[in-house]
């Protein structure tokens, strides 16, 4: 098996059935624990801790690896009631009499497995003190009498032992699975007791790149734009649980779950879905309230048990009947009016543009109810005060701003502003900016800016950051001395009628 360039063989397993096969996705973050985990094994290394939240794919990564590797895994959990006696015997039920043989630690030592122990953190410590010199010193007692050896020369010595001494295989090895110390889980600081004969890694929830791509291979059919709302809000509700606000660890394993609910059964929609995951906290109210705060933020409404949907809309009310005011009537002979076509010249510029910023975020007003409003945000004072606002068929939001600038706020979800600024086209209009009128062009993708005073208009395309400014001196109110003339002495691109 290579990942990354790491390499390492793959084991001849005697029994298929103890070969994990797990559905797992090869997404960027996991492959990269699987290399580190890789070269620890290629190094000598024979032992493995991987610590990490509850969720985060411990077990899958574990499962994943002996798979590839093609190893057979014993698996044993441990938990708060856990014993030496348990850790070396399992009880079993055979023709109404309970006997006792060999657990899966003593079968691996014996055939050369993998042993899986989970939830190692929750052992009591004389149970992770006996594991520990195991793995360390290479032997164990065992509650019938027997105990398990290392031999210097295995091939050579494993027929001549008593038969109270169980040989440990040089192909043992045991991968262990721990939560972190401390709250929420409360369990024991396995690493400060045995991370000395293990080789640990840190799991922790995949990036937000990563965590994307494992929710579409699990909800192909599910709106990217939604399995990204989704990691953006778990992130936030990680966030507050790592600065104590919540105490439940959403981890990717609820997120996971969420959208393969999405997926089978894409009309219960989100609320309905996150029902099982908001389970832990629905009896906590401050905590309730701080989920369904999170989760509004990222335009999905959470409903609060003793709040009501809101119906924030206009009234509805009943118009006069109607009556008659004016009346026109036509007399004498039709009259013709002369109609006047009148040429603009027109010239492209491309305006120097940042990068597109991070928007601050809107707060959607349909969440516990109907809304005529969307959503709304504040436009930040040092991107300057907003004049005209107007929209685009795409669902992106333009707000015309002064000094003279274009903040086009992208959909969905407004997440993102880029700016475009108009300021040297100021002089030219030859009007504030409140004297302008800002117009959607659904036709071209693009907005206008009409100055009626100058007779300019700009047509500026958001996506390329394009201006173009027609002008036509005969429709204008006062021409702008010197600056049209000064602006379009050398036009770039040239007139067109």
């Known amino acids: 098996v290579e990942i990354g360039g790491v390499s390492f063989p793959q084991g001849k397993p005697t029994d298929e059935a103890l070969v994990p096969d797990v559905v797992f996705h090869d997404i960027p973050r996991h492959v990269e624990i699987l290399r580190e985990v890789l070269k620890d094994l290629s190094s000598g290394e024979r032992h493995l801790l991987l610590i990490g939240n509850q969720g985060v794919g411990k077990n899958k990564l574990a499962d994943r690896l002996l798979g590839a590797l093609r190893l057979e895994r014993e698996y044993i959990q441990l938990h708060r009631d856990s014993t030496v006696q348990s850790l070396t015997l399992q009880p079993s ?35 992770v003190c006996i594991l520990k ?7 164990m007692a065992l509650s ?40 929420p889980f409360l369990g024991n600081d396995f690493f400060a007791e045995c991370g000395d004969v293990l080789s640990c890694h840190a799991i922790d929830n995949p990036d937000m790149l990563s965590e994307v791509a494992l929710l ?15 990691s953006h809000l778990f992130a936030d509700l990680r966030a507050a649980v790592e600065d104590g606000t919540l105490a439940y660890p959403y981890s990717t394993r609820e997120l996971v779950n969420l959208a393969r609910h999405l997926q089978k059964f894409p009309e219960d929609g989100v609320p309905r879905a996150a029902a099982n995951v908001l389970d832990f906290d629905r009896t906590n109210r401050a905590a309730l309230e701080t989920v369904a705060a999170i989760f509004a933020r990222h335009g999905i409404p959470i409903s ?12 509805e ?12 009537e036509a007399h004498g002979a039709a009259v013709e009016v002369p109609i006047e076509l009148h040429n603009l010249s027109s010239h492209d510029y491309e305006v120097d543009r940042p990068p597109p910023s991070p928007a601050p975020k809107a707060t959607p007003a349909r969440l516990a109810g109907f809304s005529e409003r969307l959503a709304s945000w504040a436009v930040m004072p040092s991107e300057g005060e907003p004049c ?45 900016t409140r004297d ?62």
């Not at 079968?107 to 009591?124: N, S, W």
């Not at 195991?134 to 032997?139: A, C, S, T």
């Not at 105990?147 to 001494?165: C, I, M, N, Q």
């Not at 390329?464 to 003339?485: C, F």
Request: glycine share 8%; aromatic share 6%; hydrophobic share 45%.
């Open 93 to 127: 039920l055979e023709g109404g009499v309970v006997t006792y043989g060999d657990s899966p630690l003593v079968r691996a030592c014996r055939e050369g497995r993998v042993l899986m122990v989970d939830e190692a953190d929750k052992a009591p410590r004389e149970v």
């Open 133 to 139: 010199g195991l793995l360390d010193d290479g032997h």
């Open 144 to 183: 019938d009498g027997r105990r398990l050896e290392t031999l210097l020369d295995y091939e050579a010595e494993k027929d001549d032992v008593p038969s109270d001494v169980i040989p440990i295989h040089p192909n043992f090895r045991a991968v262990v699975l721990a939560n972190r110390p401390g709250f």
């Open 216 to 230: 579409r291979a699990y909800a192909p059919d599910v709106a990217p734009e939604l399995l990204q709302r989704l």
């Open 304 to 315: 609060l048990p003793d709040r009501a949907p809101l119906i924030a809309i206009a009234p």
């Open 317 to 328: 009310r009943a118009l006069p009947p109607p009556t008659p005011r004016w009346v026109w």
């Open 388 to 432: 005209h606002v107007c929209a685009l068929p795409d669902g992106s939001v333009h707000v015309l701003v002064a000094p003279l600038a274009l903040l086009s706020y992208s959909a969905p979800g407004f997440a993102s502003v880029q700016r475009t600024d108009l300021g040297d086209y100021a002089r030219v209009l030859a009007s504030s």
């Open 436 to 497: 302008l009128f800002l117009a959607p062009l659904p036709a071209l993708g693009c907005v206008a800016v009409l100055s009626v005073q100058a007779g300019i208009v700009l047509v500026i395309d958001p996506l390329s950051g394009i201006v173009t400014v027609s002008h036509s001196p005969n429709l204008s109110k006062r021409t702008p001395s010197g600056g049209w003339a000064a602006m379009f002495k050398s036009p770039k691109s040239g007139d067109r009628g």
